[in-house]
Protein backbone atom coordinates (compact mmCIF):
# COMPACT_ATOMS: atom_id res chain seq x y z
CA UNK A 1 0.00 0.00 0.00
CA UNK A 2 1.53 3.61 -1.04
CA UNK A 3 2.53 5.78 1.94
CA UNK A 4 0.12 8.52 1.83
CA UNK A 5 -2.58 6.20 1.71
CA UNK A 6 -1.12 4.17 4.98
CA UNK A 7 -0.80 7.74 6.66
CA UNK A 8 -4.36 8.67 5.61
CA UNK A 9 -6.36 5.61 6.94
CA UNK A 10 -4.15 5.69 10.03
CA UNK A 11 -5.24 9.17 11.08
CA UNK A 12 -8.36 7.78 10.36
CA UNK A 13 -8.56 5.06 12.51
CA UNK A 14 -7.10 6.75 15.06
CA UNK A 15 -9.76 9.60 15.30
CA UNK A 16 -12.50 6.96 14.67
CA UNK A 17 -11.49 4.44 17.41
CA UNK A 18 -10.83 4.33 21.22
CA UNK A 19 -9.61 7.66 22.67
CA UNK A 20 -10.95 9.31 19.16
CA UNK A 21 -12.30 12.28 21.76
CA UNK A 22 -8.60 13.28 21.92
CA UNK A 23 -8.86 15.00 18.28
CA UNK A 24 -10.92 17.47 19.80
CA UNK A 25 -9.44 18.30 23.73
CA UNK A 26 -5.75 18.22 22.77
CA UNK A 27 -6.34 21.15 20.06
CA UNK A 28 -8.59 23.04 22.43
CA UNK A 29 -5.80 22.62 24.98
CA UNK A 30 -2.94 24.13 22.24
CA UNK A 31 -5.44 26.82 21.59
CA UNK A 32 -6.24 27.50 25.45
CA UNK A 33 -2.41 27.88 25.74
CA UNK A 34 -2.03 29.94 22.91
CA UNK A 35 -4.38 32.65 24.18
CA UNK A 36 -2.40 32.72 27.54
CA UNK A 37 0.62 33.14 25.74
CA UNK A 38 -0.24 35.74 23.09
CA UNK A 39 -2.04 37.99 25.67
CA UNK A 40 1.43 37.48 27.66
CA UNK A 41 3.43 38.27 24.83
CA UNK A 42 1.45 41.24 24.01
CA UNK A 43 1.94 42.33 27.84
CA UNK A 44 5.85 42.40 26.91
CA UNK A 45 5.31 44.17 23.78
CA UNK A 46 6.62 41.06 21.64
CA UNK A 47 5.77 40.51 18.13
CA UNK A 48 3.57 38.02 17.33
CA UNK A 49 4.45 34.52 17.65
CA UNK A 50 4.61 32.98 14.41
CA UNK A 51 6.18 36.01 12.45
CA UNK A 52 8.19 36.48 15.20
CA UNK A 53 9.67 32.84 14.92
CA UNK A 54 9.95 33.30 10.90
CA UNK A 55 11.76 36.83 11.11
CA UNK A 56 13.70 36.98 14.00
CA UNK A 57 17.05 34.61 14.03
CA UNK A 58 18.75 35.90 17.59
CA UNK A 59 15.44 35.24 19.32
CA UNK A 60 14.30 31.90 17.50
CA UNK A 61 15.84 30.24 20.09
CA UNK A 62 13.70 31.64 22.70
CA UNK A 63 10.18 31.89 21.20
CA UNK A 64 11.31 27.58 20.70
CA UNK A 65 12.29 27.25 24.26
CA UNK A 66 8.87 28.95 25.44
CA UNK A 67 6.99 27.12 23.07
CA UNK A 68 8.44 23.75 24.41
CA UNK A 69 7.95 25.39 27.95
CA UNK A 70 3.73 25.60 27.29
CA UNK A 71 3.71 22.67 25.39
CA UNK A 72 6.09 19.81 27.09
CA UNK A 73 3.42 18.70 29.92
CA UNK A 74 0.53 18.24 27.14
CA UNK A 75 2.72 17.28 25.04
CA UNK A 76 3.81 14.26 26.72
CA UNK A 77 0.13 13.71 27.60
CA UNK A 78 -0.64 13.51 24.09
CA UNK A 79 2.27 11.29 23.29
CA UNK A 80 1.53 9.11 25.41
CA UNK A 81 -2.08 8.98 24.34
CA UNK A 82 -1.91 8.24 20.74
CA UNK A 83 1.47 5.33 22.44
CA UNK A 84 -2.03 3.96 23.60
CA UNK A 85 -4.39 4.66 20.96
CA UNK A 86 -1.61 2.84 18.46
CA UNK A 87 -1.68 -0.44 20.87
CA UNK A 88 -5.19 -0.59 20.96
CA UNK A 89 -5.77 -0.30 17.46
CA UNK A 90 -2.79 -1.62 15.40
CA UNK A 91 -1.14 -3.56 18.08
CA UNK A 92 2.08 -1.78 17.45
CA UNK A 93 3.57 0.98 18.40
CA UNK A 94 5.24 3.78 15.83
CA UNK A 95 7.16 6.51 18.22
CA UNK A 96 7.86 8.68 15.52
CA UNK A 97 4.31 8.35 14.79
CA UNK A 98 2.98 9.40 18.21
CA UNK A 99 5.27 12.69 18.17
CA UNK A 100 3.95 14.12 15.07
CA UNK A 101 -0.01 13.66 15.82
CA UNK A 102 1.69 15.11 19.19
CA UNK A 103 3.03 18.18 17.17
CA UNK A 104 -0.03 18.44 14.70
CA UNK A 105 -2.61 18.45 17.14
CA UNK A 106 -1.00 20.93 19.41
CA UNK A 107 1.92 23.08 17.97
CA UNK A 108 0.14 23.78 15.09
CA UNK A 109 -3.54 25.36 17.06
CA UNK A 110 -1.12 27.09 19.79
CA UNK A 111 1.54 28.87 16.97
CA UNK A 112 -2.30 30.05 15.28
CA UNK A 113 -3.56 30.92 18.59
CA UNK A 114 -0.57 32.91 20.20
CA UNK A 115 0.02 34.60 16.97
CA UNK A 116 -3.99 35.38 16.32
CA UNK A 117 -4.37 36.41 19.92
CA UNK A 118 -0.92 38.97 20.26
CA UNK A 119 -2.78 40.56 16.68
CA UNK A 120 -6.01 40.87 18.34
CA UNK A 121 -4.97 42.36 21.67
CA UNK A 122 -2.78 44.57 20.17
CA UNK A 123 -5.11 46.22 17.99
CA UNK A 124 -7.68 46.58 20.35
CA UNK A 125 -5.69 48.18 23.10
CA UNK A 126 -3.73 50.72 19.95
CA UNK A 127 -7.59 51.36 19.41
CA UNK A 128 -8.36 52.29 23.17
CA UNK A 129 -5.37 54.73 22.97
CA UNK A 130 -6.69 56.04 20.28
CA UNK A 131 -9.91 57.04 21.55
CA UNK A 132 -8.51 58.48 24.97
CA UNK A 133 -6.06 60.96 22.83
CA UNK A 134 -9.41 62.18 21.36
Known sequence: MPL?????EGI?????GPMGLRFVFQPLIG????????Y????????PF???LIADREGRRAKLASLFKSLSRAGVVAILLDIIAQH??????????A???????????YSLARAVTNRIVTKRNSQKLDRKSI
Open 4 to 8: PISIA
Open 12 to 16: IERVA
Open 31 to 38: LLLGVRDG
Open 40 to 47: QDTKKGEP
Open 50 to 52: IFD
Open 88 to 97: LIFDQVRITS
Open 99 to 109: ILIAVIILAVP
